[in-house]
């Protein structure tokens, strides 16, 4: 299991509060939208060079914990 508590920091003072990569500012979200788009992990490196290959993980592993623990209602 990825230990993305390592390396994900939330603080009022990065990105108005929004999960992103420790160290950087680079938003969880920017990541996980880039995905969407169908971009590779390492094309998201290539256009984001502060990031690894176990961020882009760590980025999933975040959201895949995100909806574990929330209530989803279906879509009608």
């Known amino acids: 299991m990825i230990e ?4 994900i920091s939330i603080s009022q003072n990065v990105c108005h509060g929004k999960p992103c990569i420790r160290g950087t500012r680079i938003m969880i979200s920017v990541i996980l939208d880039n995905l969407a788009e169908g971009l590779t992990p390492e094309e998201i490196i290539a256009d984001y060079p502060p990031l690894s290959l176990e961020d882009v993980r760590v980025a999933v592993a975040y959201a895949a914990k ?5 209530e989803l209602l279906p879509l009608i």
């Open 4 to 7: 993305w508590q390592e390396r």
């Open 66 to 70: 995100l909806v574990t623990e929330e």
